[in-house]
Every structure is written in structure tokens, then in C-alpha cells.
């Protein structure tokens, strides 16, 4: 075991309760004052199956669950069999290197060499205190804090919260946890490396409670959506907070309905959203042309899951990119942003916002199913927020049309209630005062003179995007090129490769459109660009490729896993010795 | 004091000549105004069809969305603003095709807005195609035999849902249509009217004339509006009397009253701080 560093999981079947088992072990890690990142691999049934979830916890900042295993806690048979087994690869991480614990009811088994079995009570222990099976996890979790010599005071703590105070189900768990905990210690010892517990104040949150959060931040007032994996961890968050954030929030008919009500909430002058995975993205593409038409700001959250069709429903991928580019008819201005990690989707929803309404324009907020739903330490979070709403008309104006032609394509609002100002805003082209044109005499001059218009936006757009951000790329003689949530185990793989000799670096694009000219200069001279993608086709690299010209190489991963960074470096490695 | 031509839009309506629609276009505003409802105030939101771009040629705020879209969006603008008066408008193709679950959802929602479909039982704008209550054996240029599917009836779609004000109306009679449209907009909840409104380019089997003969109104055969079941077999009466004027109204409480945000208007609700005590549940 790494002295800075455990890596756990918990394995077992669908309804063995593995989730908040791992949630626990996560958070009592976090409260310890460590750095953790986790994954959670699940499958789209309530009951059986195979589920795990794995926690990292580190003193230093961790961005992805990491790749040998240090301590099992397995739950049935098979989990137990199957994450020993160094043949069986689940996902791309090792097996296990260190020490399982499990209940001594699994009978027979397949053993391996390298690893320490751990066979306890946990089933005849638990039975002391309630008849409720799912008891034995608690029990296999105070084992493995007890192993780690962890303060146990930390785990009655989070066992509390997590039951609900200090009633009699809570006080039940907390004593079952300390009875694994001294049992493991007296039966199995101690491991013989202690982690060092810095007392920081982390807090540990998933991608969809920090877009949900970041946009209450950023003065959201209305989200409508329709359940689908994984664009649910922000409607959950934003819903069971609807009252104490006063945001409304709304599940609708379908995604359509959704797309639209944002789109209306909007126009009325209110900061809303919409989102949803590829599949109810696909039905939001007529509407996402009528904000870009009416130019209604509009931010969409889309959190990608594999495809195409239902595809792999609670599996991970990056491949819904070049469909949210070419949502919608015709050309129209538009942005797509890719927040890199837990910390910056935060913030970075927020500026989604903001330039949605400055510039009058559809906004995409693009996760994947990895960042909307694993869990990560975040620190210092900022409250105050520069909220920036474009122009509004106050109804005094003189002359004032809604579509005016001005020098950057961005005209005043005038929301419904302002004196004075009546226009229509349509979906039909229209000319500066927002009077249809498409219909009696369609007049070419201002369809031309109002395409160009709108297409400003965009030019401003470019001009304004801030410098694409890199990791130690200077001095770096290979580029790798990510976006979005790959940043952990790209970032891991470059400082594994460094340290074998081989100068890697990285190029990380958190706002794929409008493409970033810098991009050119940041893969100049290097010897090789490799894109590195959650897909099969590597959709960034079409989309940069079809704006810059960039010689690359790619790597992709489709299995509905994201990347680990130990088998990342192997490949990248490979593929520069190409 | 709020006047009929406080809503004339710049822009001329280039309907056909004697479409159904000109009607509407008279009773909404006369209606609006008789309320002292300001332009200013008020909100026309439509999806796309002839009946639908209603919004270019009213003086108010206009919302000439997506086919089949606008109650959705009428909804939220509602939610958004709820001092506006927010009215959606379109056609039969529009409302009860492409927009029939956002009707029937709407109307189980209960949102403080009024629906208004010039129903013409046809595609006027793509030039006379079978729309959703085309009658049975009805020839148009995508059904040359007569269509095999049976129209959806409306009103009963709206009952069905529980729309708290369900209503049908004629646009051969602007005046009786302009009373209702007042008491719809007045209604608190989701009014529906279903407006008899003849195509006379591409519908010759509903004209003017057909429900000249056929109409009848409601209140003079004292139909009492708080009788659902009463409501619903007038609803269902076609042949040789069809009823028109206000067929049902409750009070129900409406979406806007009932979730606890919405209390007051979300455009005036301040902007929420975030602060470290949100964190704590993460901690």
C-alpha cells in the first residue's frame, strides 16, 4: 500500500447496497481530511447483477479513481472471485493487490497468490444487532477503517448522518462498525503503513450536486427536465432543494416540453435550463434552432451516456459531441463547454450562463456520465458570483427594435411587461423588428443581412474565448489532446510517462466550439498529438481537425468505462513508439 | 384605458379572405380590452400553422415558436411572469398532432392561461392536407379517398384531462366568442376553446354555412356548467345540433397556486446566495 494513498472498493450485487456502502467509505475518507475521487459502476437494474464501487482516497489531490486496488470488501461470491481474479479486468483497473475482506457464508472459492484473505463474521455479527442483511456492510466497514487505524470517531460520525441522527438504527451501525473494527484489528492486525490524516475541510460532491449548485450560484431560477441517466443527479439535487434555493423546478411531459418551457422561461426574463442525456437531447434538437432563431438565451446540461440508442444506459462515454454541434437546421451561433472535473463544472456552469444571456445564443453544458455521477473533493469553493444578463430595454427607448443590426450582432431585450416595446419574437426569419419575412415576400437582402447578424455572435464568440488550458506541456514532446472528464487520468498518464523518461504533456479543451485557434500553437513542434477519447470515432479531433489543421494520432475507450490511468500511459507509450 | 386599437398590430394579416381567423383576431383583443388587460401585459404564444401566426399582426408580446410547442412555452412564460396574461393560440394540426400531450398535460397541470385553437379541421398552410379532426371520409389531398381515421374530439380531450374551463365557440359569431374569451382569460386556471374556425380554401365540407345550421348555445338551454357529466355529453353532441359556448368550469386550484415557488412571481424573486452552510450536506 502506497503510503499516501488506499484504494477501495466494494463489490457485490445489485440491492447489496453497494453504493451507499462506498458513499460511506468515501465520505468518512473526506472527513478525514483526504483528497478522494471515486467510481461507481452500476447497471441498469435494481436487483442482482454485478455492481462495485471504488474509492480513492489520497493526501494529495486525486482526479480519478486510480488503478491497483488496496482493499476489497467483497459481498457476495462472486464479487469476491471476480475483482481477485488478476485475469478478470474490470474496466481496465488491476485486480487486487492488498487485502479482502468478505463474509465467511461464500463457501468455496478460487483463491490467488498476493492477496491476504480476510474471512470474518460479518453476517453472525451483524445478526447481534438487527435482522436487517444489509447490517453485515457496516460490519465490513469498520473492519476496514480498524485495518487502516482510522479514527473511529469519524466513521460513528458519518454513520450517523448517514441514518439520521442519533436514533436507535444509527446507534445499531455504529456498534456493529465497531465491532468489525476491533475484530478485524485483533484477528488480521493493523496495516502496516498508517495515511496520514490532514485536517482540511473537504467537502465531497458528484458532477450533477456541483452543476446544480454552481447554477443556483449563478442565479438559476427555473429547470425543466425528463428523468434519464445521467442528466438525474442535478434534477435530484435541484428538486430536494427546490424550496430552500426557491428554484422551480419542473419534470415535464418529455424532453420536448422541457426544452421549450426553458426556452419560454427565458423570454420571460428568467434564468432557466433545461437538460438531458443524448436520447432526450435528440428530441430537444428542433427547439435548440428557435433559440438561436428568437435568440433566447438558453443553457442545455447534456450528460452523455453510451450510445447510440438506449445504448449502454449507466455506462460511461464522450460521444454525443458532433450530435449537440449539429443539433438543429441550419447555421447559427452556438458554444459547447466540457467541464474537466467536479471543481470547475462549479464554476463553470455559471459562465454557461452568463454567456448564454449576453449573447442571446443556445449554450451546451456538456458531462458524461463519469463526471455527472462519481464523486470528488473540492476546497475553497467560491460563493460570490459576477453575474453578467446582457442588455435589457427599460421601455423609454425611442425607435427600438429587438433584432437591431449593431457592430457585435447583440441587440436589447425587452422581456413581456415592458411598456412600450410589443414585438413579436418568431421562428419565422424576421427582419431588425422582429416582422416575419419568410412568409409573403421573402426579401434575400435582409434574410442575408440578419443571418449575418446573428452569425456575429459567433465571430465575437472567438474572439473572446480565453486561452485553452494545458497541463506541463511546455517542455513536453508529446501532446495529448482531452476534453472534459478524461483530465484526471490523462493528467495521471502524463506524470507516469514523465517519470519513465517520456515527456508527454497536455492539451485539455473545456470548450470544444467555437474551436480555439490556440490550439495550433500549443501542438507546435511536438512529435506527436494524440487524442485521447472517451469514443470511438474521436469526435473532438474531427470537430478541431475540421477547423485547424492538425496532423494527430488517437486512442480511444468504448467499453462504457472511462479511463484508467495506469493502462492510459501503456497505450499513449505504445502509441508514440508507433 | 385599454382600447381595441391599442392591439392593432402594423402588420396586416395575409390570411385568405374570409378566414375563420379574422374573427379571432377581433374577439381577443375586444376581450383583452373589455378587461383592460394592457398589450404591454399580455403574451400570444403559438406554434406554426395559418392560425398560429396570429402573434405578427397583434400589438402585444409575441411568441411565434415551434409546431405543436406553444403550450409548453405559454406555460413557463406564465411561471416566469404570472402579472402577464399569457394566451396560446394555433390550429387543429398544430394542437391536437404535434402538441396533444402537451395539451392533454397542460390541462391536468391547471397552469393560469388561456388556449385558444382555431380549429379548421385542416392543413391550411401546407395546402390542404387531412389534419387530426378531419372528419371520417373526408377528401383532401393526403387522404383521396376519404380518411379512414376517426377525428379526435377536442373537448372531450379537454375534459378528459381536467381542464378546469373547456369551452367551444364559432367564428361566425364573434361577439358570443368574445363574451367566452373574456371569462376564459378571467377563469383562474387552464381555459381551453375549441373555435369552429372555416377554412374556406381547403375545407368545403365545414363552411361557415355547415355550422350555421348546426350551432346552437349552450346557456339557452340551461346547461349548467359545474355538470361534468353534463359538459361531456354535450361535448360528444354532433350531427344535427352542436353546442357552443362555455360547457364546463371548476375551481380548482391552479399549478401556480399549488407549488409554493411560484407564489409570487419568479422574474421579482431575488437571486439566491449560495453560501458554506450549503456544503455542510456534502461535508
Not at chain 1, 316 to 325: K, R, W
Not at chain 1, 449 to 459: H, P, Q, T, V
Not at chain 2, 95 to 118: C, K, L, M, W
Amino acid at each position: 500500500m502506497d503510503q499516501n494513498e488506499v484504494i477501495v472498493r466494494v463489490g457485490g450485487a445489485a440491492g447489496d447496497g453497494v453504493q451507499s456502502a462506498g458513499l460511506i467509505i468515501a465520505r468518512v475518507f473526506s472527513r478525514s481530511g483526504l483528497y478522494v475521487s471515486t467510481y461507481n459502476y452500476y447497471q441498469s437494474i435494481i436487483r442482482g447483477g454485478q455492481s462495485w464501487y471504488q474509492t480513492r482516497a489520497s493526501i494529495r489531490k486525486v482526479k480519478n479513481q486510480g488503478d491497483d486496488l488496496d482493499i476489497l470488501v467483497a459481498l457476495n461470491k462472486d464479487a469476491l472471485e471476480r475483482h481477485t481474479n488478476p485475469e478478470i479486468n474490470e474496466g481496465g483497473a488491476s485486480s487486487l493487490k492488498g487485502i479482502v475482506v468478505y463474509d465467511k457464508s461464500v463457501g468455496e472459492f478460487k483463491k490467488f497468490d498476493g492477496i491476504k484473505y480476510c474471512e470474518m463474521n460479518l453476517g453472525e455479527i451483524a445478526q447481534k444487532y438487527s435482522k436487517n442483511s444489509l447490517l453485515k456492510n457496516t460490519v465490513a466497514i469498520g473492519a476496514i477503517f480498524g485495518y487502516l487505524s482510522m479514527d473511529f470517531e469519524i466513521l460513528a460520525e458519518v454513520i450517523r448522518d448517514q441514518f439520521g441522527g442519533k436514533g436507535e438504527i444509527a446507534e445499531l451501525n455504529v456498534r456493529a462498525a465497531r465491532e468489525g473494527y476491533d475484530t478485524f484489528v485483533e484477528k488480521f492486525g493493523k496495516a502496516t503503513k498508517e495515511l496520514k490524516t490532514p485536517k482540511k475541510k473537504l467537502y465531497l460532491l458528484a458532477g450533477g450536486e456541483a452543476a446544480g449548485l454552481g447554477a443556483v450560484r449563478a442565479g438559476l431560477k427555473a429547470y425543466f427536465g425528463y428523468p434519464m441517466t445521467p442528466a438525474t443527479s442535478i434534477i435530484h439535487y435541484l428538486a430536494s432543494h427546490e424550496k430552500k434555493f426557491n428554484v422551480f423546478v419542473k419534470i415535464t411531459e418529455d424532453e420536448i416540453s422541457a426544452i421549450n418551457m426553458a426556452i419560454g422561461a427565458n423570454y420571460a426574463g428568467v434564468r432557466a435550463m433545461t437538460g438531458s442525456s443524448g436520447g432526450g437531447f435528440a428530441l430537444m434538437t428542433e427547439a435548440v434552432g428557435m433559440s438561436a432563431e428568437m435568440e433566447i438565451p438558453l443553457v442545455v446540461y447534456e450528460a452523455q451516456r453510451a450510445g447510440p440508442s438506449t445504448g449502454l444506459p449507466t455506462k460511461t462515454e464522450q460521444g454525443d459531441l458532433l450530435q449537440v454541434l449539429g443539433a438543429s437546421q441550419g447555421d447559427f451561433p452556438k458554444a459547447i463547454f466540457s467541464p474537466r472535473n467536479i471543481e470547475e463544472t462549479y464554476y463553470m456552469i455559471g459562465e454557461a450562463l452568463n454567456l448564454a444571456e449576453v449573447y442571446q445564443i443556445p449554450v451546451f453544458f456538456m458531462v458524461d456520465l463519469y463526471l455527472a455521477e462519481h464523486y470528488e473533493t473540492v476546497e475553497n469553493l467560491k460563493f460570490d458570483f459576477d453575474m453578467k444578463r446582457g442588455k435589457f430595454a427599460t421601455g423609454n427607448e425611442k425607435d427600438y427594435k429587438r433584432y437591431e443590426f449593431t457592430e457585435d450582432g447583440i441587440s436589447i431585450r425587452a422581456l413581456p411587461g415592458t411598456p412600450n416595446l410589443m414585438h413579436n419574437e418568431d421562428s419565422d426569419e424576421h427582419d431588425e423588428k422582429g416582422d416575419v419575412v419568410s412568409d409573403a415576400v421573402t426579401d434575400p437582402l435582409i434574410r442575408r443581412k440578419i443571418m449575418e447578424k446573428r452569425m456575429k455572435k459567433l465571430e465575437k464568440l472567438k474572439k473572446e474565448l480565453p486561452p485553452t488550458p494545458s497541463y506541463r506541456l511546455e517542455d513536453a514532446e508529446y501532446a495529448l489532446v482531452q476534453w472534459g472528464s478524461t483530465q484526471g487520468p490523462v493528467e495521471e498518464a502524463v506524470d507516469i510517462l514523465r517519470n519513465k523518461g517520456i515527456k508527454t504533456g497536455a492539451i485539455e479543451v473545456n470548450r470544444p466550439y467555437p474551436v480555439n485557434p490556440d490550439i495550433l500553437k500549443l501542438v507546435k513542434g511536438k512529435k506527436k498529438v494524440i487524442f485521447v477519447e472517451n469514443n470511438y470515432t474521436g469526435q473532438l479531433m474531427r470537430l478541431i481537425r475540421s477547423e485547424l489543421n492538425v496532423e494527430a494520432d488517437l486512442i480511444t475507450k468504448y467499453d462504457g468505462e472511462s479511463f484508467y490511468p495506469g493502462q492510459l500511459a501503456e497505450e499513449i507509450e505504445k502509441k508514440i513508439k508507433e | 384605458m385599454v382600447t381595441f386599437t391599442d392591439f392593432k398590430g402594423t402588420v396586416k394579416a395575409d390570411w385568405c379572405p374570409g378566414c375563420g381567423n379574422f374573427a379571432q383576431l377581433t374577439a381577443i383583443p375586444m376581450a383583452l380590452a373589455e378587461l383592460g388587460i394592457k398589450p404591454e401585459n399580455t403574451v400570444i404564444a403559438s406554434g406554426i400553422g395559418c392560425s398560429s401566426n396570429m402573434p405578427e399582426f397583434m400589438k402585444a408580446y409575441g411568441f411565434h415558436g415551434i409546431h405543436g410547442r406553444s403550450l409548453p412555452a405559454a406555460s413557463a412564460i406564465k411561471w416566469a411572469n404570472s402579472e402577464l396574461t399569457v394566451i396560446a393560440y394555433g390550429g387543429d394540426g398544430d394542437g391536437f398532432n404535434e402538441g396533444t400531450q402537451h395539451f392533454y398535460h397542460a390541462a391536468r397541470r391547471n397552469p393560469d392561461i388561456t388556449y385558444i385553437v382555431s380549429d379548421n379541421q385542416i392543413f391550411g398552410l401546407t395546402t390542404g392536407q387531412a389534419s387530426p379532426t378531419s372528419r371520417l371520409g373526408m377528401k383532401t389531398k393526403t387522404t383521396p379517398d376519404g380518411s379512414i381515421e376517426p377525428p379526435i374530439n377536442p373537448v372531450t380531450m379537454a375534459l378528459n384531462a381536467g381542464a378546469s374551463f373547456v369551452a367551444r365557440e364559432f367564428s361566425g359569431d364573434v361577439k358570443h366568442m368574445q363574451a367566452t374569451i373574456k371569462k376564459a382569460v378571467q377563469h383562474k386556471g387552464f381555459s381551453f376553446i375549441d373555435v369552429f374556425s372555416p377554412c374556406v380554401t381547403y375545407n368545403k365540407d365545414n363552411t361557415y354555412d355547415f355550422f350555421r345550421k348546426r350551432v346552437y348555445k349552450v346557456e339557452d338551454e340551461k346547461h349548467d356548467t359545474s355538470d361534468f357529466m353534463a359538459a361531456y355529453k354535450r361535448a360528444t353532441e354532433w350531427g344535427d345540433r352542436i353546442p357552443i359556448g362555455i360547457l364546463y368550469e371548476n375551481n380548482d386550484m391552479t399549478y401556480e397556486e399549488r407549488d409554493s415557488v411560484l407564489n409570487k412571481p419568479l422574474i421579482k424573486q431575488p437571486f439566491t446566495k449560495v453560501t458554506e452552510e450549503d456544503l455542510l450536506e456534502f461535508y
